[in-house]
């Protein structure tokens, strides 16, 4: 943080972190000059740094949280998680507390301890407090090493909002929970503890804690068709658009016609069916005769909690395996007893100790007997927390880590639904492969892997030490899985083990918030020569390949089938799709595990993809996204969305697209003289009517720049209002006799220009600007004054409209048309205006050139969203639909994913735990796939899905996974080829294709000659290629039917190539 910084004002000059350790319990320091009493309105959100968050949170939660005060003690690698998550989310201040000395032990668990502060034997707190302080200039953090017992006075923890514990035994945390429970108001309280494989997170919010906003989604709005006159009146929603709400909800409504006494009025729902709910009597209103929408209303939502006393006797879990609904309370009473025996013995469990085993088991059987619900005691689980509870898993801390997070931001901001009250994840599914009986595996060797090795045995490290990993994207994603693995040692073999990572981008600022591998100093640096650099601050032992290449058809030289095959395991961290879908089916093809995963706001998913195990990524689609028709965007938008696509579309025609075709065409011709001598002999030039009629109109200074703007202005929102209207007059009616203009078509009011109207001014000024930048002409700041913009607009003289006969599309299927006809009379104008031009010098080499702009969405000062805001907003006016602010605007103009750290760390934490069961070759069973939304908050965990077999005929069956291999020779023939599979599979193929290219379809003309043909002649590789993939399919038992689909086929040109 700065210091003397507003919170969230971006602050000018050098960047200066501030934190300080205490002798004390003193958390914040004076220096802060914002009091919690300010108001929320004096502060301004750092954009740039903040941008991506602000869509997952809000500005209201951003702001309190901007003023909240917490305190976290226990830096290990727990604790160190919960610190990072929060200080990039932007709390005020933030007190680490920590009374233990930096050991080896820590390296493989605290990502921000390092060598150094071993041979120290620094406190953790003050080893940290510098790395997590930089995480975020705007959060002032302490640290403090007093010790924190049951003599301790806890008054000092009135100046929080938020207590969080971790390694404090249960004695103490119930002794801190009574006194933040009997607070008024109450202290938020969250603990969190990772015993080896096992961890735990509780929380308490006070006796009722009120949620504003319980999942963040947007309020539904809901397009009506109909509203019966009954009790209870039904209202149903526009064919193909299901209204999505739960009965309880409550909506309200505007623009229904007729049945007006709907209208602003709030009813509650109950649900019919996914098209329609029932809204109560409606029989005393007005008939319905058209239109409408309804609008959910959003409802605050009150949480009870009870203390942590209460909540051991009768806990309230969230179950996030429902294949094993009993285990949230199972581990519960195990933990319980791990708590108790830590009390007894002043200790954990010794590893491998039987004695300590059946200890612990005497403890949980006599501790469930107590519990409300006496849950039957698992010995297994009991028996694996002995021998692990010593130990610490890093993924698992990540994962709850990430859960912990978001639990304490909604403490401070009211935002989400909290935790009620425990949640409990597991790793045990890693169990399956541990050797029990070897307790050697399982000992400390004074390393940074000893934490790690109670937990999974040395073995298991040594695998993971000695793997090849490929990971595909170093963005938050990215950043958390490197984190991963420097702490598991993942590539950092002697002999063995590379981890090598790619990323095309360069680090921009927005990233700084959840890419927590990335400091200000490093913006418009590399992200993957970056990411490798800090990793290896993390552990000085991996090896790390950085490349800067996509991944993509075009780099398969770079990233070919031989490194794929090297690779042991593939990790993506990417954001689209397609990117995905191509990595997914170069997995498929070189046999690769795939491990996916991705975030939007506070959900995310991971997936495992095992070769011979499991479906592929490519196995499940998801439906396409839903495009906007053309003539919903043209002419009738009935949603925000729709209007600010329009003025998305408008800057990529006016400032991208028509600059490029311009330069493209003046590329091609070299002069305007040979342009007008060759349409003049005749010649037709591609897209040569558009470029002239840009280079004839093209302006010469900074007043033709805003007369042109004032001119589209009246074009869009004046004389296309008139156009439409003129078109289909308001009382329209279709054959039917309804009216052409009822919901979702909303009739247009044509705007008039007011130079006072900051929205009106604004789209003429941005617009202006653009314009200028494309043709080179400059400008100053004078320039963009009202006085100038005035004194130019008042000699303006605007065209009066004058409606033309274009027919208006209004058939939704339609699409946009590739090419505009172009008539006789257009032709002619084009020479004359080109003739003109050129007499005129104003077809100059300067002129044939004009500056392409590539939509930017972070760079405030390039105009780009406030253009596409005013005329979005101007055409929502038009159209009587709600504007949006500029923040929602660049959201969905600039198609931004919502992000936030705590999920991403979550997210990460859990692909790493799969990434352990493949490097131990563990069974199907093991597997796990996960769905979580942390607002609501779900954590779903599924068994992958099993992989498909497929049934040629006969019995012969092949999966994605399968891949037949034929082994030819130079006189080898399609004939040959043929034969070879028939013996070596037991089934003929009738049909083999490569690629798109298809080598043999028996009907196909000339096609029985190829059989003749060498492989060699008909596949035409080159020289260095040693194989070729080709598809096979085979003749269907019935006639008629369709042939049958085969695996694909690698065939090798030699008998030694494989």
């Not at 990335?518 to 800090?534: E, M």
């Not at 390039?862 to 038009?878: E, K, V, W």
């Not at 597997?927 to 779900?938: D, G, M, S, T």
Request: proline content about 5%; aromatic content about 8%.
């Amino acid at each position: 943080m700065m210091e003397e910084a507003d919170p969230f004002l971006a602050p000018g000059g050098e960047e200066e972190v501030v934190a300080s350790t205490s002798a004390d319990f003193g958390g914040t320091s004076s220096r802060n000059r914002h009091s919690l009493s300010m108001s929320t309105d004096s502060m301004e959100i750092d954009d740039a740094l903040y941008s991506r968050q602000r869509y997952v949170l809000g500005d209201s939660a951003m702001q309190k949280m901007a003023r909240s005060h917490v305190f976290l003690s226990g830096m290990g690698g727990l604790g160190v998680e919960i610190a990072k998550n929060i200080v990039l989310a932007g709390i005020k201040a933030l007190t680490i507390h920590d009374t233990k000395q930096c050991q080896a032990w820590d390296l493989g668990t605290n990502f921000f301890i390092c060598e150094n502060d071993v041979l120290n034997r620094r406190n953790r707190a003050e080893a940290i407090i510098h790395h997590v302080a930089e995480l975020n200039p705007y959060v002032h953090v302490t640290s403090s090493s007093v010790p924190l017992d049951e003599s301790t006075d806890l008054s000092f923890l009135k100046q929080y909002q938020c207590v969080v514990l971790t390694e404090i035994r249960l004695p103490l945390q119930k002794k801190i929970n009574d006194f933040c429970h009997a607070q008024h108001p109450p202290i938020k309280f969250i603990s969190a503890d990772v015993f080896g494989i096992w961890s735990r997170l509780f929380c308490d919010f006070g006796e009722e804690f009120e949620v504003l906003d319980t999942s963040g989604e947007e309020p539904k709005e809901i397009f009506i068709s109909n509203i019966t006159q009954a009790n209870p009146g039904i209202v149903t929603c526009l064919e193909n658009h299901p209204h999505k709400l739960e009965t309880g909800n409550l909506v309200t409504f505007r623009e229904v016609n007729g049945m007006t006494g709907l209208n602003g009025s709030t009813k509650q729902i109950t649900v019919v069916s996914p098209f329609s709910f029932s809204i109560g009597d409606t029989t005393e209103m007005e008939p319905y005769l058209h239109g409408g929408i309804a609008v959910q209303v959003k409802t605050s939502q009150t949480f009870y909690f009870e203390s942590l006393e209460r909540q051991i006797k009768h806990p309230t879990c969230l179950i996030a395996d429902f294949s094993k609904p009993e285990a949230p309370l199972q581990i519960h009473a195990a933990m319980l007893a791990l708590d108790q025996f830590q009390e007894n013995y002043n200790r954990k469990p010794n590893i491998g100790c039987r004695q300590d085993s059946e200890e612990l088991l005497k403890l949980a059987t006599s501790i469930s007997a107590t519990l409300q619900e006496k849950p039957e005691v698992d010995d297994d689980i009991v028996n694996w927390l002995s021998w692990t509870a010593q130990g610490f898993l890093a993924p698992l801390a990540a994962a709850i880590g990430g859960v912990a997070s978001q639990e304490v931001l909604k403490a401070v901001t009211g935002k989400f639904s909290p935790l009620c009250q425990w949640l409990y994840i597991e790793a045990a599914d890693l169990l399956e492969s541990l050797d029990k009986s070897n307790c050697e595996e399982f000992l400390p060797r004074g390393d940074r892997y000893d934490a790690l090795r109670a937990c999974i045995g040395d073995t298991l490290c040594q695998k993971l030490q000695n793997l090849n990993v490929f990971l595909v994207g170093c963005g938050a994603i990215g950043c958390e899985m490197l984190k991963n693995f420097a702490l598991l040692g993942v590539g950092s073999g002697r002999e063995k083990g590379m981890v090598t990572i790619t990323d095309p981008d360069l680090i921009e600022k927005s990233n700084l918030n959840r890419q927590f591998l990335f400091r200000p100093h490093h913006i418009q640096k590399p992200k993957s020569y970056t990411a490798a650099a800090a990793t290896l601050s993390i552990n000085p032992q991996l090896k790390i390949e950085s490349h800067l290449h996509k991944v993509c058809p075009a780099t398969e030289m770079i990233y070919s089938d031989e490194f794929y095959t090297k690779q042991d395991i593939i990790v993506t961290a990417l954001d689209n799709v397609e990117a995905r879908r191509y990595v997914d089916s170069r997995c498929l093809a070189n046999l690769r595990p795939l491990l996916d995963s991705g975030t939007m706001g506070t959900k995310g998913h991971t997936e495992a993809i095992i070769p011979h195990l499991t479906e592929s990524y490519n196995s499940h689609r998801d439906p396409p996204e839903e495009e906007i028709p053309f003539c919903t965007l043209k002419s009738f938008p009935a949603a925000i969305e729709h209007t600010i696509q329009w003025a998305r579309d408008k800057f990529e025609s006016s400032f991208s697209h028509k600059p490029s075709l311009f330069n493209k065409f003046w590329q091609t011709y070299l002069s305007a003289e040979e342009v007008l001598q060759r349409i003049q002999s005749g010649e037709s030039l591609e897209g040569c009517f558009q470029v002239i009629k840009s280079l004839s109109r093209r302006p010469r200074n900074w007043s033709q720049c805003v007369e042109l703007a004032r001119m589209k202005f009246e074009k869009y929102f004046n004389h296309k209002a008139l156009q439409l209207l003129h078109c289909f007059p308001l009382d329209t009616r279709l054959k039917d006799g309804s009216f052409f203009w009822q919901s979702p078509k909303r009739p247009p009011s044509p705007i008039k220009f007011e130079f006072n109207d900051p929205l009106h001014f604004s789209f003429v000024q941005t617009a202006a600007k653009l314009f200028a930048t494309i043709y080179c002409i400059p400008f100053t700041e004078k320039d963009l004054s009202v006085e100038t913009f005035s004194s130019i607009l008042s000699k303006l003289q605007i065209p009066e409209f004058k409606p033309s006969n274009k027919v208006v599309q209004t058939d939704e299927t339609a699409r946009k048309p590739d090419h505009v006809p172009v008539s006789s009379e257009d032709e002619r104008n084009a020479v004359f205006q080109l003739e003109k031009a050129i007499s005129s010098n104003e077809a100059t080499k300067n002129d044939l050139q004009m500056v392409v702009l590539s939509f930017e969405k972070d760079d405030d000062s390039n105009g780009h969203i406030d253009f596409i805001t005013a005329a979005s907003n101007l055409r929502a006016t038009m159209y009587s639909i709600e504007p949006a602010d500029r923040l929602k605007t660049k959201r969905i103009a600039g198609k931004i994913i919502p992000a936030i750290a705590t999920s991403t760390a979550a997210v990460s934490g859990l692909v790493a735990l799969e990434l352990i069961k493949v490097a131990g070759g563990l069974p199907f069973e093991a597997y796990r796939n996960c769905f979580l939304n942390l607002a609501i908050p779900i954590i779903v965990f599924t068994e992958a899905a099993e992989v498909k077999k497929i049934e040629i005929r006969n019995g012969i069956t092949f999966t994605i996974w399968d891949r037949w291999s034929i082994h030819g020779k130079e006189e080898f023939t399609l004939s040959d080829f043929i034969s070879a599979v028939r013996e070596k599979y037991g089934i003929e193929p009738t049909m083999v294709v490569q690629g798109v290219k298809m080598l043999y379809v028996p009907v196909m003309p000339g096609h029985i000659k190829r059989l003749k043909l060498t492989m060699h002649k008909l596949v035409k590789p080159s020289t260095e290629k040693k194989y070729v993939d080709l598809t096979v399919s085979f003749a269907p038992e019935n006639d008629g039917d369709e042939d049958l689909p085969g695996p694909p086929v690698r065939y090798y040109f030699s008998q030694g190539n494989d």
